[in-house]
């Protein structure tokens, strides 16, 4: 770790600069530097072995960089780490917890060791109870219940203390649609006051609760932007896409299509029947094919205009990894 001035303690956000971390011959991250600040909700993205959860990691303390900083809140995250460890609130991949507790017996434990004393012990327990919702689990020890119930214990423990920052690794991960959307709402509220970095491999995440996404891959960054900014960078960002309520008609519909001024190509997915047109540069296609489906008295199943597609932009980033 180099050696540098103290940061200041009133500087609320976090702010890595030249992160690396090496495993023997792997570089697991590669000089990585970016900063969060309040109101930002960043969605940190890669394909598996990318080197999120290690940056992540990092950031919460955990793991000691080979070479680069982090300071949180102002605080070095190492040569002042119980300051910064203090407004961080950690949700680590799998949320390890203690099996043969309770939720209420390990949320307890966590209340003491985050200092927590008085009614404002018993609010904030009262809180993240209520709103993880896990009344009815409370008393059950927590190697019987679900992965889902699991998960929102590790939620409920890093937010228990009211953190200014959070690091949430995959924090949906093992909840159904339902608990999926409650976590979102929850992480949404939470969002205007407080820095939150999620890592996932769930791209509609990134668009569900997300205002800027960091792409990396082999230990480095590749796009930082806002999803609807990534979405731009998309070959379907302005395109078209239609499907016909009977797809014997397709082709006929494509070939007229195909002759638009404003329309550089076409492709049909021949599983759905559903057509997309691509835009001419700087060209603009929806009204033109509108235009032209009115006149020609097509009769559409659907039709509308692509924002762009982020699965899309991550494949052509990262060279085609999953995430």
Request: charged share 25%; hydrophobic share 40%.
């Amino acid at each position: 770790m180099q050696n540098g001035p103290p940061f200041l303690a009133h500087t609320r956000m976090i702010d890595c600069k030249g992160l690396t971390k090496q495993y023997g011959r792997l570089r697991a991250v590669d000089d990585l530097s970016f900063s969060v600040r309040p109101g930002e909700v960043l969605g940190f993205l890669g394909p598996n072995g990318a080197g999120k959860s290690t940056t992540m990691r990092i950031i919460a303390g955990f793991v000691t960089p080979t070479a680069g900083r982090v300071s949180v809140s102002g605080f070095d995250v190492e040569s002042q780490a119980i300051e910064a460890k203090a407004r961080i609130g950690y949700l680590p991949e799998g949320a390890p917890v203690y099996p043969e507790m309770t939720p209420l017996s390990f949320l307890d434990f966590i209340a003491d060791v985050r200092g927590l004393t008085g009614a404002r012990r018993k609010q904030r327990l009262d809180e993240v109870i209520g709103l993880l919702h896990l009344d009815s689990v409370l008393e059950q020890s927590i190697d019987t219940l679900s992965k889902g119930y699991k998960r929102r214990v590790g939620l409920a423990q890093a937010i228990l203390h009211d953190p200014e920052v959070l690091i949430l690794d995959e924090p949906t991960d093992g909840l159904d649609p339902n608990q999926k959307f409650d976590v979102r709402t929850l992480i949404g509220k939470m969002a205007a006051n407080k820095i939150i970095v999620i890592s996932t491999h769930i791209l509609e995440e990134v668009d569900a609760v997300c205002n800027r996404a960091l792409i990396i891959a082999r230990g480095k960054i590749l796009a930082d932007d806002t999803p609807a900014g990534l979405e731009t960078k998309s070959r379907f960002h302005n395109a078209v896409s239609l499907k016909l309520k009977d797809p014997g008609k397709t082709q006929v519909v494509n070939s007229a299509i195909k002759a638009l001024a404003e329309v550089s190509g076409t492709e049909v997915d021949a599983a759905t029947g559903r057509l997309t047109a691509f835009p001419a540069k700087n060209r603009l296609p929806l009204g033109a094919i509108s235009q032209l489906a009115a006149s020609q008295k097509w009769d559409l199943a659907e039709l509308h205009l692509e924002s762009g597609r982020l699965d899309e932009v991550f494949r052509t980033v990262t060279g085609g990894a999953s995430a």
